[in-house]
């Protein structure tokens, strides 16, 4: 641009650079309510699937909590009686851009907490700047198994939800133990860093628990690829007895629709680690018997308490659909986060420290619409929780889908300990492994 | 053998693919010289409104099945004139003068603000419009099953490509078209109407990328990014090919689409980098792309 | 040694960003370190742009810097700033010195995409590769400067003022070459390499000098973000990064040196805006606000297009 226009522009960057940063006092969060920054997927890919889903449980529960509406025990307004004010942000756009509004969230808007992160690569590299920083950080969605491998000795970090490990081993467990044959296994994933590591942990399981298993086919088609005719072909072709897949969201649809099709899951079984977010989608494209996971007790898994059952009828109030795995992981963390607040600061009314926060959540065990759960890992800060996996099930005269030969797995069967990387605890065994 | 035949069917389906995303792109590149980075936007919005509109029909109306068929067209067609009419006579025209890198950046930022409006129009979940696709059924070749949903995108493409083709060679207005293509200014000096052809062609080429979207759709699950997804490939197609040239997108989608198939059953591990490796190789043994031009210097 | 009055503008802005660090909040400086960094990248990205060629594919050298400084710090166990600045650019020059053989053949659109194949080449390695942490990539430890660790306070403020100083020296050196008689070549290549060549120069060369020169600038760009995010991935080779850069380059036009640094400022400014008032529609506002300056910023932005300009006064 011209000089002189290069001029005028830097001299209004500056004014109105100076203007924020002066003005930025009046976003203290000194005003009586509890601030609370949520970060999720608006666009892109994964906001379908899992971000609309996410930040739409935390406005149905955030008004709730506001209101005073939630049932038992979680009768206290909003946290610890202050009203639940949010700021809202997109986590599309990179894992730099997430740490720099990491940064905003927490210095700009000052935030006295922040709840997020569907992405592995965000939650990796937030992590260490939230405790630097210094601020109260749940994570609710990612599931990478390097969080904790990484950050030894968390102190503001905690994660309501559990390591994605415990999905491919238990997924492995299952077809076992349903009799399923599985001389040789495939499996499709996609190529990036939860692809990779969902079908690591599953061949590792599998040629632990059943040595001299075959391992057919391993593809890995590009993420958001869209159209997989060839990897289909490429698997039939190596004519595997399991596909395993952790596709999640649109490309999740698309290789059932086409896989479906084509006869991919014809005298074979298919497994889908993250299926039941395509639950109520798959109407009759996916075929009966496909074994859907759901990352946990989340989703149309949710066990039957009080507490789930008014939060399924207030989200489906709100939104008309039912909750899926990402609404009920959403929940759990906000839950986690006023149940630890409340426990930390003793007594209602009070704005909690964050010293109170961190000592309330270290260690807790609370009730969340998936039923109980323990932060009982990584020196308190990780959650342990069961997993369901079940059989696809679709009624065509009633058009609904359902989940039959459930199977649950504890967190103690299939978490590796503290001190042991997945891989490592895999291949040794599961030593400590308690299942019934 | 199974495995040879895996290859060429998939690398044909994947081709014709392909070939229908790019078409509309090396066009609109050959006759008006834009980087059309939009091209993907085109694209999805076709997937938007065919997925649209086929499950609207599927979910009220009584008729046959197969009109779901000429719905998708009808809905590729309507949104491509309707967003490639808007952009060129609105934006477009006024930039004509101005150089190739900066068209790029307003198509750039045209594609920033189509993908949140198209989030806006659509929303965020995913549209899973299956019925087109699944109706036909599937084909049993040497003991694997093929959908004929996507041999008959094959083709489709083959009619697309000879139209194409045909328009560009054997008609007056396809040779005026040529003539633009290969001199802009000389053409304009012979009074040839280079405006009137440019709003044509940009119109074809959205139509062509909105064509592409909607016949996809079926097939896929459309979400929020293919748009973007679709662009890098559409462009190494295009750059291999030679821009401006149909045979060339048809050579340049063949060779993309069979290594690519090739490279899934054989070398799974190299997926990735298939489609850089062909374009960088072909760009290194003739640098104008295949069916390229080379372009006189001017002094 | 007399400094015109575009360096002593320079140096004075220098200077007053460095200060600025001390008073300015947190978010502020983090802000700004990111876009200069960023920017130092974009004067790569314009360098090459002056003798015509845009580079869709500048993220190679980005993330070659980024993954440099994670190297050395991971696993080479060198947390050294100083060291591991050099060994990013000494990695991102050898590339370059290969690569550019290759590049310099090529011209327009196909340069572009060549280069844009290139650095999508380099993600598909470092997706592939799980030791480095597949598309998750890694933390990087925090540097030290020759020996001394600063406090974790100051750590921030001191990598800050590292990037001003360091692109200060940028500018500097980058104004001094385009007034050189090797830059003022690179515009004449941009208008007519034919007419470059009958004058007995070698337009090839220039280009190659140039391509280094801009690797090693976005080296120094990628290594200063992994400081600043403490955060490398592969992202950083992904095209749309690299069209980030072009972006901010065609913003901030060609003709002043300082124009990459406020360009990318102003882009970093829009974006954080756009996602905390309107995080359902950022991407909309970007595209609108970014349209609307290319068209109503008059005359500046067009010099880069205008070949029949005279020569500038």
């Not at chain 1, 020196?379 to 649950?408: P, R, V």
């Amino acid at each position: 641009m011209g000089v002189n226009a290069l001029k005028k522009l830097t001299a209004t960057l500056v004014s109105a650079l100076a203007l924020t940063a002066a003005s930025s006092g009046a976003f203290a969060a000194e005003n009586g309510k509890f601030r609370l920054g949520i970060v999720t997927f608006l666009s892109g890919g994964a906001a379908g699937p899992f971000g609309v889903p996410s930040v739409n449980g935390a406005k149905v529960l955030v008004d709730a909590l506001n209101e005073g509406k939630v049932p038992a025990p979680y009768g206290l307004k909003g946290i610890n009686g202050l009203e639940i004010e949010t700021v809202v942000i997109d986590e599309n756009g990179g894992t730099t851009k997430q740490v720099e509004e990491f940064r905003n969230l927490a210095e700009r808007q000052k935030v006295d907490a922040v709840i997020g992160y569907i992405s592995s690569g965000d939650c990796l590299a937030v992590s260490p700047v939230a405790e630097e920083l210094g601020v109260p950080t749940v994570f609710f969605d990612c599931g990478t198994s390097r969080l904790f491998e990484e950050n030894k000795n968390p102190k503001y970090v905690f994660r309501t939800g559990p390591d994605a490990v415990i999905d491919n081993i238990s997924a492995a467990r299952y077809l076992i133990d349903t009799g399923r044959k599985v001389d040789s296994i495939a499996g499709v994933n996609q190529n990036y860093s939860w692809g990779q590591d969902s079908w690591a942990d599953f061949k590792a399981t599998m040629l632990a628990l059943k040595p001299g298993t075959k391992v057919a086919a391993e593809q890995f088609p590009k993420l958001f690829q869209g159209q997989y005719g060839a990897e289909i072909s490429a698997l039939s072709v190596a004519k595997p007895d399991v596909v395993h897949s952790s596709f999640w969201g649109g490309d999740m649809e698309a290789l059932v629709l086409q896989g479906s099709a084509r006869g991919l899951f014809d005298g074979r079984t298919g497994i889908l680690t993250t299926g039941e977010s395509g639950l109520d989608r798959f109407k009759g494209q996916a075929p009966n018997g496909l074994i859907i996971g759901a990352r946990g007790p989340f989703g149309a898994l949710q066990p039957k308490t009080p507490l789930s059952e008014w939060f399924t009828k207030a989200y489906n109030a709100k939104t008309e659909l039912f909750p899926t795995y990402p609404t009920s992981k959403m929940a759990q963390a906000i839950l986690g986060l006023k149940a630890a607040a409340e426990k930390g600061a003793g007594k209602p009314g009070v704005m909690p420290t964050k010293d109170q926060i961190l000592a309330g959540f270290k260690g807790l065990t609370y009730e969340s619409v998936a039923g109980k759960v323990e932060m009982s890992r990584a020196g308190g800060h990780q959650a342990l929780q069961d997993i369901t996996y079940g059989e696809y099930q679709f009624d065509k005269k009633s058009g609904k889908a359902s989940l039959a030969n459930l199977k649950t797995y504890s967190g103690e069967c299939v978490m590796p300990p503290d001190n042991m990387v997945a891989q490592e605890w895999i291949k040794a065994g599961f030593p400590g492994a308690k299942c019934n | 053998m199974t495995t040879l035949i895996a290859i060429l069917i998939d690398g044909l389906t994947y081709s014709s693919w392909l070939f229908l995303v790019a078409a509309g792109l090396t066009i609109i590149y050959g006759v008006m010289r834009i980087l059309n980075m939009a091209h993907g936007s085109f694209y999805a919005i076709g997937a938007y409104c065919g997925a649209s509109l086929v499950g609207w029909y599927f979910t009220g109306a009584e008729g046959s099945p197969y009109w779901s068929y000429l719905l998708l067209v009808l809905a590729a067609v309507a949104s491509g004139l309707l967003v490639g009419l808007v952009i060129e006579q609105g934006l477009l025209r006024f930039l004509y003068r101005q150089n190739e890198i900066l068209m790029v950046i307003v198509t750039y930022a045209l594609l920033l603000i189509l993908e949140d409006v198209t989030k806006l129009v659509f929303g965020v979940d995913p549209y899973f419009t299956y019925q087109p696709y699944s109706l036909l059924g599937r084909t049993e070749i040497s003991g694997l099953a093929f959908s004929n949903y996507d041999l008959m995108l094959v083709a489709v493409s083959v009619v697309v490509g000879a139209v194409a083709w045909a328009v560009l060679n054997r008609t007056h207005k396809g040779k005026l078209l040529r003539a633009v293509i290969h001199d802009r200014e000389i053409s304009v000096a012979m009074g040839v109407n280079v405006r009137a052809m440019f709003a044509a062609t940009f119109v074809v080429g959205s139509v062509l990328g909105a064509l592409a979207g909607a016949l996809t759709a079926p097939a896929i699950s459309v979400s929020p990014g293919i748009g973007v997804e679709v662009i890098v490939l559409a462009f190494a197609v295009v750059v291999v090919g030679g821009l401006g040239s149909i045979e060339g997108a048809i050579v340049g989608s063949l060779m993309v689409g069979l290594s690519r198939a090739a490279a899934v059953h054989l070398a799974p591990e190299i997926e990735l980098f298939v489609i850089y490796g062909v374009m960088s190789l072909v760009l290194a043994v003739r640098p104008q792309g295949l069916f390229g031009r080379a372009l006189a210097r001017k002094i | 040694m007399k400094l015109d009055k575009t360096q002593g503008a320079l140096l004075a802005v220098t200077v007053a960003l460095a200060a600025a660090g001390f008073a300015a909040p947190y978010w502020l400086t983090f802000l700004l370190m990111l876009a200069l960094a960023k920017g130092l990248v974009v004067q790569g990205v314009v360098i090459q742009m002056r003798t015509g060629l845009v580079s869709f594919g500048q993220g190679l050298f980005f993330c070659i810097g980024g993954y440099g400084v994670g190297v050395a710090s991971n696993l080479m166990g060198c947390t050294d700033a100083f060291v591991q600045l050099g060994l990013a650019v000494v990695v991102s020059l050898a590339v370059a010195a290969v690569l550019g053989l290759l590049m310099t053949r090529y011209r327009d659109i196909f340069f572009a995409m060549l280069s844009l194949a290139l650095s999508m080449i380099l993600f598909g390695v470092l997706v592939k590769n799980q030791a480095l942490g597949s598309t998750d990539g890694f933390n990087v430890a925090a540097q030290t400067y020759l020996g001394w660790a600063p406090g974790p306070h100051q750590q921030k403020l001191v990598s800050y003022l590292l990037t001003v100083v360091i692109a200060g020296i940028a500018a500097q050196l980058i104004y001094l070459y385009m007034h050189s008689g090797v830059g003022q070549i690179s515009e004449a290549i941009r208008e007519n390499e034919i007419r470059v060549e009958y004058l007995g120069l070698s337009p090839r060369w220039l280009i190659y000098g140039n391509y280094l020169v801009a690797a090693a600038i976005s080296a120094v760009g990628g290594a200063l973000t992994a400081f600043a995010t403490g955060h490398i991935d592969p992202e950083m080779a992904f095209w749309t990064t690299s069209g980030e850069f072009v972006f901010i380059a065609l913003l901030g036009g060609i003709t002043h040196v300082a124009a990459p640094f406020v360009a990318a400022v102003l882009f970093a400014v829009v974006r954080t805006y756009a996602l905390e008032f309107t995080p359902n529609t950022w991407q909309l506002i970007l595209g609108v606000v970014l349209l609307a300056i290319i068209i109503f910023l008059p005359k500046g932005l067009w010099s880069l297009i205008q070949r029949d300009k005279r020569a500038k006064a």
